[in-house]
């Protein structure tokens, strides 16, 4: 049985994932005012932990805190947002190195169903499935590098951007689906370069995805580096 201690980290953790999501997923959009009562609501949260989950998402960027106007969500900037992806390609296309090197037929055949996952969620149009079958692919991809350091350090780079940005644009999941294949393939051959290369292709293709978006959309929430 779980001590009164432990209960509240849970819960904790739980309203943090579940803001979170909100955020990735794009309930709540860029320079959105939210507000503890909202999150509460719209969340089923305690006040408590709905307090702690904002504290947390602002210290993680995700959310801003202005004196005199309260809590927002982050805009989204276009130099930010480079520089994350900047540190994911190196981070990641070196764990998909390591990965490759000590490949085993479990973690091939993980990779493998991930990337099937991701054709039917987006067939389905399901995007909550879509991005969850994504997270559990790199997740799969990475954990065989043996390294949780680094595997940390990548998921706390995804927590930098809304995913759904990219989500919401199908010509750009085709994409992305297609460089997950290949990098499927790749890892399957433990071939340890080429899966990085694939890598670091998927995630700098991203990035011109993202700027060509927010370019285009010119949201007045959205903050654009000149």
């Known amino acids: 049985m779980l001590d ?3 209960s509240f980290h849970t819960k904790r953790e739980q309203a943090v994932a579940k803001v979170k999501d909100a955020i990735m997923m794009g309930r709540y959009q860029p320079g959105q005012s939210l507000k503890q009562v909202q999150l509460m609501a719209d969340l089923d949260l305690g006040a408590t932990p709905a307090r702690e989950a904002a504290l947390e998402l602002v210290a993680m960027g995700l959310l ?3 004196s005199h106007r309260g809590m927002r969500v982050a805009d989204l900037d276009c130099g930010r947002v480079a520089h994350v ?3 994911r390609a190196l981070l990641e296309a070196e764990a998909a190195r390591l990965s490759a090197s000590r490949a085993t037929a479990q973690a091939i055949e993980r990779v493998s169903r991930h990337a099937q996952a991701m054709k039917t969620a987006f ?3 399901d995007l909550r499935r879509l991005s969850a079958a994504d997270t559990r692919f790199h997740q799969a991809l990475y954990g065989a590098a043996g390294n949780p ?5 990548i998921e706390q780079m995804w927590d930098q951007f809304p995913r759904y940005v ?3 644009r199908p010509e750009r999941v085709r994409q992305s689906i297609h460089e997950h294949g290949d990098i499927a393939r790749k890892f399957a051959r433990r071939d340890a370069d080429g899966t990085a290369r694939a890598v670091e292709r998927h995630i700098l293709h991203g990035l011109d ?3 060509t978006i ?3 959309e010119r949201s007045p929430h959205v903050e654009i580096d000149q």
């Open 4 to 6: 009164s201690k432990t």
């Open 64 to 66: 801003v805190h202005e």
């Open 85 to 87: 992806y900047g540190v």
């Open 123 to 125: 067939a389905n149009h």
């Open 149 to 153: 350091v680094l595997l940390k350090l």
């Open 166 to 168: 990219l989500w919401q």
């Open 209 to 211: 995805a993202f700027n």
């Open 214 to 216: 927010l370019r285009t």
